[in-house]
């Protein structure tokens, strides 16, 4: 690569540093790396609520904390985990990778991946200051009416509109993802060869935009009802408290998906990288990927089957809930295989990723049980459900994002985590983790239910408890311990080297950390591997600006050159807008929430009147 036509990039792509840089960045790795950190931070916030909770029932008749505090506590802990890490943190991984695998320079809509940052960064800080003010959501993460229509305080208010704050971020990031892995393949990237983390967020995306609409529905339906006197959810006045159930499980089950689908494509890309061999059955991985989010739709009655509705509409949903678990053993089945008939390397990232697989199945196999209809009704609101959750939740998601951030920060960072301490924060966390919650199993068998702050001694649920308090701070080190780590590497880590784990796929063939433009050349790709199979250039620079290749969506041929727009500090100063709104409206204060809708409509109009070239997004 000519030296002059490098140069040319770093001129077309310049990465400036600095506050106004950090306000108007729209490069997709300093966004993907933003999600992490922030995703991080909220991460800890809800571990720390945790510990307290267990500290709370470690014993009997404990009175630290007070029911009020105690439902606050559960309530941000779940909204925090479920809304504000998992999905986010996932997302920054998308952020920072899939441009890198598909050998694109950038997202294909930059300002509005910018702006879904704001947003998301809005929404979480909306969230958090019901703490600062007392005001804490208290009904649960699901906020089940009618308790979340009945609390004359504010706390369900900014549950309600914090999520539908922040449906507009995650909606925005599904939309620049799918077009994305539609238009800005490299050239022989046909829809076959794109990688399977490609494919997993791909899924997710569309999950996304189908699923989230009951949610913000759902809870522009709530402050309807808490603000302006209507009766959705009241029985006395024609309304159904089910119509909550229905609208949040319709987004809550394929969240279950949304959730854990981009884990599985962290999963699927470092399994055949550390079992040194092409995952078996690819094709067949990505058909498991596919329609487990497309079953995600027709299981979500599996919440609802203690409420009495009919017997034929549960036959129904259970017969779905059982047929959900069939792609999900494809692909454990794929997995395995795999790691059998390859060469295994016990490398770190590799050995959480053998945790996930432990995790999942146990998790997945009580999931089965759910299906189960008289057993579902037995346990119901129990701690046993608790235990399902975490295993799911958390087995399927944090193991693959403690993986992926083993695998993938040489790559940000150029360079290598200690391997050592990799190993103990894995079995850290591993045993910590099934101390913790495989008890909860028992204790929900013995009748504990969930969502209560203390409960008496002589039920038998005394040491179970205290078991899973022990089994909390385990699990507690073992992340302490990545933490340091991660930050050991960022001091004093040694270089990485471009390509560390003889990675298959394109973001290990470019520099570690990658350069603002990605690729000095865009790549072509010749198979589903195309690292290993070292695919060569194809002489396209495309350094006249913001430029990279569009291809055709199926075959992958190139047929335009795209030219995206550069830095701008309109996505923030709208998402700062945005934030203003949703402040008035939880204040009540009509002007406030009037001047940041003139504030939005100013935002949009210098957003798309800025550029004379027309790249507005």
Known sequence: MAVASVQRLERAWPEAHGLISAITTVDHKRIGIRYLVTASVFFLLAGCDALVMR???AGPNERLLSPESYDQLFTMHGTTMIFLFITPMLSGFGNYFVPLQLGARDMAFPRLNALSY???????????????????PDAGWFSYAPLSTISPSSNLDFYGLGLIMLAISTTAGAINFIVTMARLRAPGMSIGRMPLFCWAILATSLSVVFALPALSLDCLLLELQRKWGFHFFDYQHGGNALLWQHLFWIFGHP?????????????????????QRPMVAQTWVVLGIMSTALLGFGVWVHHMFAVGLPKVVELFFAAASML?????????????????????????????????????????????????IPFDQQVTDSYFVVAHLHYVLFGGAVFPIFAGVHYW????????????????????????FNLAFFPMHITGLLGMPRRVYTYPAGEGWGLLNLLSTIGAFVLAAGILAILLNV???????????????LGDTLEWSTASPPPTYNFAEIPVVRSAHPNWDRSERSGLVLAEGHETAGTSELGGELDEVIRSP???AWPFLLALAITVVFVGLISSLNLVAEIGVAACLLALAGWHLGDPEGRTS
């Not at 704001?118 to 804490?136: D, N």
């Not at 930050?487 to 784990?501: I, N, Q, R, T, Y």
Request: no cysteine; aromatic share 14%; net charge positive.
């Open 55 to 57: 500290v709370q029932l």
């Open 118 to 136: 704001w947003v998301y960064l809005g929404s979480g800080l909306f969230i958090y200051s019901s703490i600062l003010l007392g005001k804490a």
């Open 255 to 275: 969240d279950v998906y949304i959730i854990f689908l981009p884990a599985v494509g962290i999963v699927s890309t470092i399994i055949p990288v550390f079992s």
């Open 324 to 372: 959900i678990a069939i792609p999900a053993g494809v692909q454990v089945f794929a997995w395995l295989a795999t790691i059998v008939t390859g060469r295994p390397v016990l490398k770190s990232p590799f050995l959480f990723i053998v945790g996930f697989i432990v995790t999942f199945v146990i998790g997945g196999l009580s999931g089965v049980m759910f299906a189960v």
């Open 409 to 432: 920060l040489p790559k940000m960072s150029g360079r290598l985590m200690n391997e050592r301490l990799g190993r103990w924060s894995f079995w850290l966390v591993f045993i910590g």
């Open 487 to 501: 930050v050991w590497s960022l001091v004093a880590g040694p270089p990485a080297g471009d390509d560390p784990w």
């Open 566 to 568: 550069a830095e701008s």
